[in-house]
């Protein structure tokens, strides 16, 4: 995998490809990722985005991100978006995602964010100083409910599904 960070916002590479080989979602992903650049976020968080065609990634960071305390878990968190879109199960289709309304891809991340977190969150990958946010609260919401289940299940048949279910 080779590595484009023009901006140096990522100075130890050796986390990235640390979190690349560990990652519990996907077992290959250094070999499934030909191309990793590295930009400055223009969104409200950090994102990746990955074409599975050409093999590239574009993961959105701040100039900050490398202090946050949560730094290795918004990494496996944003390689886990990979991981799915790279699983046959997960059903992910481009031409599916960008047919959906604004609405609708806000609902459908805010399921895909919970269904990675809570399966991060079983692998003991959500640092202590995280497990208290609202984002890991929704987790443990869905979860004691009995819903995360349903995420799970929707999410693996298939984005489509998902927005068919909820509107
Ligand atoms: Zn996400």
């Keep these: 995998m080779n590595i484009i960070d023009d901006k140096n916002l990522i100075p130890d590479k050796s986390i990235i490809e640390k979190v690349i080989n560990v990652h519990p979602l996907c077992k290959n992903l250094s070999s499934r990722i030909k191309n990793l650049t590295i930009e400055i976020?223009?969104?409200?968080?950090?994102k990746i985005n990955f074409d599975i065609a050409t093999q590239k990634a574009v993961l959105f960071v701040f100039k900050d991100t490398i202090l946050k305390p949560e730094y290795e878990f918004v990494l496996f968190h944003e390689f886990s978006h990979v991981a799915d879109k790279l699983n046959p199960e997960f059903k992910y289709s481009d031409e599916k995602y960008d047919r959906l309304t604004t609405k609708e891809v806000a609902a459908v991340r805010t399921l895909w964010d919970c269904y990675i977190d809570s399966r991060l969150n079983r692998k003991h990958l959500?640092?202590?100083s995280y497990a208290k946010t609202n984002r890991m609260g929704r987790v443990d919401y869905l979860e004691s409910c009995g819903v995360n289940n349903a995420v799970h299940y929707l999410?693996?048949?298939g984005i489509i599904q998902i927005v068919l279910c909820l509107s």
């Design 41 to 46: 976020s223009m969104d409200p968080s950090e």
């Design 126 to 128: 959500v640092p202590a």
């Design 155 to 157: 999410m693996k048949s």
